[in-house]
């Protein structure tokens, strides 16, 4: 089994930063991609950031120039550097990770519990 565990998240004012990380444990054999996605009330759960194991990222519209994610390759682990927040950024952040766990099978996705960002007017 894989096991991820989100931290970082809390409230914040405006303007402010959060640095959201997420690890990987268990049985992983490789690592494809991992990212970070959000659902706010009432909303669809929406990516915010991915990155491959090869460093290939993506980012949502609304996310570019203020987040950042990285890591990865190191330490199996995800982070995601948040700057310039807004209230609209207010949602809980799922990691997800698309692992192989064996050499032939394929890879699966996982996903972590879920840390609430909170943005103040």
């Known amino acids: 089994q894989v096991q991820l565990v989100e931290s970082g998240g809390g409230l914040v004012q405006a303007g402010g930063s959060l640095r959201l990380s997420c690890p990987a444990s268990?049985?992983?054999?490789?690592?494809?991609?991992m990212g970070w996605y959000r659902q706010a009330p009432g909303k669809q759960r929406e990516l915010v950031a991915s990155l491959t194991s090869g460093g290939s990222t993506n980012y949502a519209d609304s996310v570019k120039g203020r987040f950042t994610i990285s890591g990865v390759n190191a330490k199996n682990t995800v982070y995601l550097q948040m700057n310039s927040l807004k209230p609209e950024d207010t949602a809980v952040y799922y990691c997800n990770a698309e692992i192989k766990t064996t050499y032939y099978g394929p890879p699966l996705d996982y996903w972590g519990q879920g840390t609430q960002v909170t943005v103040s007017s």
């Open positions: 268990g049985s992983i054999f490789s690592i494809i991609a």
